[in-house]
T-cell receptor
Framework: QKEVEQDPGPLSVPEGAIVSLNCTYS??????FMWYRQYSRKGPELLMY????GNKEDGRFTAQVDKSSKYISLFIRDSQPSDSATYLC???????????FGAGTRLFVKA | SQTIHQWPATLVQPVGSPLSLECTVE??????LYWYRQAAGRGLQLLFY??????ISSEVPQNLSASRPQDRQFILSSKKLLLSDSGFYLC???????????FGPGTRLTVT
């Protein structure tokens, strides 16, 4: 079993839709959770960063962590064609130097 | 603010040739530094990480090596490239006490 599971998609939605991206993980020691956006042929860009359980909102983006279920989500409201990219979840534990990344979900937002 | 640079942006090299990719970080001191490889349509594979000058931890064997000659400089090398070394190489940094990593623009390597 992989430490982090993420559906690779592709996920195709119409402009304006609410998008839900998810990851599950197996290591209960993970405490720090991140979402990255990666455009084609570019480096990943940090979108959201949360610690432990709960929600965090930043503009159209909401990150949610449910540690009891070992499940994290990223919601994108009012999705735009410019949101078309690959979204990677990532997580690490306290004191750890290594971050574990999901394989990424490819998202297409159609105008 | 912090900035991370990688070069070259793209590289085409024949099998058996050497490799040197460079990464530098500006605007921070004593960062943790990372090298990742991303194959087409695949996730990120951690290759090396460094917590200080001269300190390198390797996650993969084979023909790649890394060095950190200065605090904010991280170099990925190979003496003889293989076809399987083709991919997108990403350098990343994070500061001590924080957990989020920041990535550079990447180097696309094609071994022919």
């Amino acid at each position: 079993q992989k430490e982090v599971e993420q559906d690779p998609g592709p996920l195709s939605v119409p402009e304006g839709a609410i998008v839900s991206l998810n990851c599950t993980y197996s290591n209960s020691a993970f405490q720090y959770f991140m979402w990255y956006r990666q455009y084609s042929r570019k480096g990943p860009e940090l979108l959201m960063y949360t610690y432990s359980s709960g929600n965090k909102e930043d503009g159209r983006f909401t990150a949610q962590v449910d540690k009891s279920s070992k499940y994290i989500s990223l919601f994108i409201r009012d999705s735009q064609p410019s949101d078309s990219a690959t979204y990677l979840c990532a997580m690490t534990g306290t004191g750890g130097f290594k971050t574990i990344f999901g394989a990424g979900t490819r998202l297409f937002v159609k105008a | 603010s912090q900035t991370i640079h990688q070069w070259p942006a793209t590289l085409v090299q024949p099998v058996g040739s050497p490799l040197s990719l460079e990464c530098t970080v500006e605007g921070t001191s004593n960062p943790n530094l990372y090298w990742y490889r991303q194959a087409a349509g695949r996730g990120l594979q951690l290759l090396f990480y460094s917590v200080g000058i001269g300190q390198i931890s390797s996650e993969v064997p084979q023909n790649l090596s890394a060095s950190r000659p200065q605090d904010r400089q991280f170099i990925l090398s190979s003496k003889k490239l293989l076809l399987s070394d083709s991919g997108f190489y990403l350098c990343a940094w994070r500061s001590w006490g924080n957990y989020e990593q920041y990535f550079g623009p990447g180097t696309r390597l094609t071994v022919t």
